[in-house]
């Protein structure tokens, strides 16, 4: 199957992938209903980081805070790259 250019020179198939990227954006957190036979979820509270803490990342390994986008992200060195941790800090703890 040969499938031709459309006149802003994308092919078919790729229109058709941007628009099946678009529709497959995750769901929204389902809310806990109070007649559910099952627990709710366990929600931690979101840690707060302060510049020179020591922390801990699941892929990134040791590192220290060198900045701080409150609520947003946290900046941290560790040794080989700074990365840019997104909230919430679920990988991440404080040492």
């Given at each position: 199957?040969?499938?031709?250019p459309d006149?802003?020179?994308?092919?078919?198939?790729?229109?058709?992938?941007?628009?099946?990227?678009?529709?497959?954006?995750?769901?929204?957190?389902?809310?806990?209903?109070?007649?559910s036979p099952f627990?709710?979820?366990?929600?931690?509270a979101p840690?707060?980081?302060?510049?020179?803490?020591?922390?801990?990342h699941d892929t990134y390994g040791l590192g220290r805070v060198v900045g701080i986008e409150d609520g947003i992200a946290v900046l941290v060195d560790?040794?080989?790259s700074q990365e840019r941790i997104l909230s919430p800090y679920t990988k991440m703890t404080k040492l």
């Open positions: 199957m040969c499938v031709e006149t802003d020179g994308l092919s078919e198939w790729a229109a058709r992938w941007r628009i099946l990227e678009a529709m497959t954006k995750p769901a929204a957190q389902k809310r806990h209903l109070p007649t627990k709710a979820r366990v929600t931690s840690q707060h980081f302060a510049v020179g803490d020591q922390v801990s560790f040794g080989s």
